[in-house]
């Protein structure tokens, strides 16, 4: 059985997730703590729950959501798994950086590649890959069907959708795949986004302004 920790890091307030179970192998999704402070927090956790670290994987690149790579990848020895489409946003973080008024330093490159249909195992667990561009090329979700849970990132929001101005946005292929691959699943499915509160794929389905026919 998964279980998840939510924290909310860095000045904009992005979702990262750490995803362990009866194991003690976790993986940390979109890690994004920036402060010491948050560094410490995400430390503090893992020591209570006697959790080892195995993988950091992101659902895309945006600079928010992997300022975190460079301190737990030194912290934990642990590989970097993005999806390829995403690297030229890895390579950009500091331009990135810049443009929002965080200055960052450079990360290197993933260290495997994430692909759709190839999951994401840690411990007893698999979570499945799904490509979801249109906020970002190489956007990923990853979803667990047992448990009906998702990891969306920036593609779905409470009431709202991930932003399509930024490099290689796409609001149409966005909205369609939200539809065509993410509503297909059950009603009662719970979605964990990149920033703000959890949703549910049938709540987003009757009232989501962007995605109601």
Known sequence: MIQIKKFTFNPIQENTYVLYDETGECIIVDAGCFFDYEQQELDQFIQEKQLKPVKLVNTHCHFDHILGINYCRSKYNIPFYAHQEDAFLVEAITEHGDRFGV?????????HFLT???PVVFGNSSLEVIHVPGHAPGHVVLHQPDQQFMLVGDVLFYGSIGRTDLPKGNFEQLVGNIKNKLFKFPDETVVYSGHGPETSIGFEKKSNPFLVD
Do not use: K, M, T
């Open 116 to 118: 759709e249909g190839q």
């Open 103 to 111: 200055p960052v330093e450079p990360v290197d490159p993933a260290d």
